[in-house]
């Protein structure tokens, strides 16, 4: 429509050129100006009248053709810088696909005929991730590139994939892109497209021929079941994309009315834990590490805690997703950073803590300085400290992570490979990153004891890590069964609940009074308590 009105006036100047003529024809023939003409020059054509009127006339046509050239050439630039306008207002400038305008009035357009058109669409968001380290490892300009490139591949593939209609590909405000695609109402978009752009994502390369290995999350509404406006469907696909956001990677999430409420109790989460922050409400737990080879205590790990007054004592699992979204985790990390700092003071210098380090903090310039800034502030002997690091916290940012890692063990500051087992388990960070030992995950201890893969996985890391000179730490011991188990395989510490679940400082205080110097006691160790181990 803007453009049909763009043409109209345009056209405006030789409107008024050509009624101006007519206009002007009308009052010389009312005031029969052509006979009087004639007779002027008749009267005095000793003066050469005539010559002088021609002359003049045709100076007057010749003045008028200018200015209609001057008018079409200034109308036709005109033109043309409202078409750039138009182009860069509804075209993303780095992919040259529409961008979120064009996208609302496409939507608009397809959401007014849909009544007339016995079919629906999808709208399905797509968010990459891990392009910020593309960005730091290779500039804006690869990046540019690469979703440039990225965009025109989902062209290709959209175009392919439409069902009828007209499909689009656009790129949002946040970085996301957008994919209109017509189907038929049984249609599973996610089943058609979610593998092949997964597959695109992963298999991007910078003009050198360097892999990216991005993953990308997926959110998707469809017309007319979770809206029938360009509003209500940007928002359905946009709160399903978050969703998708806080799973694994290359997830697709469907639209569902639960995921408003979901999103209502996030939103509500978030204020409290800044709420929960402000009155220092985080605190650590402790969990024993006890010894496989004397039985004796040898550290904790400390576990964040959120001492709700309403709620009672709140898992990790309910706050730190959010905290990281938030861009609050290193708050949290260090008000129970100097909590657990204060509590290790007071047991012996020999037991050592163990605190888990979020793959958000890694990347985070300031980091390292923070921590031991918080040690320093203390007094706390780094070489007590442990930091327990997951695999995937490692895939996110080598570069950013082994940096870190470095700096920090060149304080004493020791590491721990969280969760072993169960990421990506490349040997590349046990030989290239400076780890003292590796934690089993409680998926393999669990009926170790038992002849089965579990059992064998198990034994083969021990002794992995024995050759690398790594220690082994077995996760989530539940039974004696499975601390003798590990015991006999050569791992050489263990937690679990069957020694002692997370506990506030003062138990903790206690349990270093009784297990220091004393082998541990199990819930099922026998009559007197006591855990007793074969020789």
């Not at 490892?137 to 591949?153: H, I, N, S, V, Y």
């Not at 905290?323 to 204060?342: Q, R, T």
């Amino acid at each position: 429509m803007s453009k049909h009105y763009s043409r109209i006036f345009d056209a405006m100047p030789y409107l008024f050129i050509l009624c101006a003529g007519v206009l002007l024809a009308l009052i010389l023939a009312v005031f029969d100006a052509f006979e009087q003409l004639y007779y002027l020059t008749r009267a005095y054509e000793a003066w050469e009248a005539d010559e002088i009127v021609v002359a003049s006339f045709s100076t007057l046509l010749a003045l008028i053709a200018v200015l209609i050239v001057r008018v079409c050439r200034e109308a036709k630039q005109r033109r043309l810088e409202q078409d750039r306008l138009h182009c860069l207002v509804r075209c993303d400038i780095v992919t040259s696909l529409p961008n979120q305008i064009q996208l609302n009035e496409e939507l608009l357009q397809s959401t007014s005929g849909l009544s007339n058109r016995d079919r629906s669409f999808a709208l399905v968001l797509v968010r990459l991730s891990g392009f910020e380290r593309v960005l730091d490892l290779f500039g804006q300009a690869t990046g540019d590139q690469l979703l440039k490139e990225f965009g025109q591949r989902l062209v290709q593939l959209v175009e392919r994939q439409g069902e009828g209609g007209r499909p689009l590909v656009a790129r949002m405000r946040d970085g996301s892109f957008a994919l209109v695609i017509a189907m038929h109402e049984q249609t599973r978009i996610a089943e058609r497209i979610v593998g092949p752009i997964t597959d695109i994502a992963t298999r991007l390369e910078t003009s050198e021929g360097f892999p990216t290995a991005l993953t990308a999350h997926f959110g998707i509404a469809t017309c007319p079941k979770d809206g029938v406006s360009p509003e209500s469907l940007l928002r359905c696909a946009g709160v399903a994309l978050h969703r998708a956001g806080r799973t694994d990677d290359n997830a697709a999430v469907y639209y569902d009315p639960a995921l408003d409420e979901e999103q209502r109790k996030f939103v509500a989460l978030t204020a409290d834990i800044r709420t929960a922050l402000e009155a220092k409400q985080f605190e650590p737990y402790f969990q024993p590490l006890i010894s496989l080879k004397t039985g004796h205590l040898v550290g904790f790990e400390a576990l964040a805690r959120w001492v709700h007054p309403d709620r009672g004592v709140v898992g990790p699992g309910a706050f730190i997703t959010a905290a990281e979204e938030m861009g609050v985790i290193g708050d949290l990390f260090e008000s129970v950073l100097k909590k657990v700092c204060v509590a290790a003071l007071a047991w012996p210098s020999k037991i050592r803590v163990s605190v888990n380090v979020s793959p958000v903090q890694l990347s985070d310039d300031q980091f390292v300085d923070k921590m031991l800034e918080s040690l320093r502030l203390y007094d706390f002997d780094p070489d007590r400290l442990v930091l327990e690091i997951t695999e995937n916290a490692v895939v996110r940012d080598m570069n950013a992570a082994s940096d870190a890692m470095k700096r920090l063990r060149a304080c004493g500051i020791r590491f721990a490979l969280d969760d072993f087992g169960t990421g990506y388990s490349s040997l590349t960070y046990l030989s290239q990153l400076p780890f003292d030992s590796v934690k089993i995950d409680k998926s393999f201890v669990t009926d170790c004891d038992k002849v089965h893969s579990g059992h064998a996985i198990v034994e083969s890391i021990i002794n992995l890590c024995a050759s690398l000179n790594l220690k082994t730490v077995g996760e989530g011991v539940e039974r004696k069964e499975e601390a003798v188990a590990l015991q006999k395989l050569g791992c050489d510490i263990a937690q679990g609940y069957w020694f002692f679940k997370p506990v506030p400082t003062a138990v903790a205080n206690e349990l270093v009074k009784s297990w220091t110097d004393q082998p541990a006691r199990g819930r099922e160790a026998g009559p007197d308590g006591r855990l007793v181990f074969e020789s």
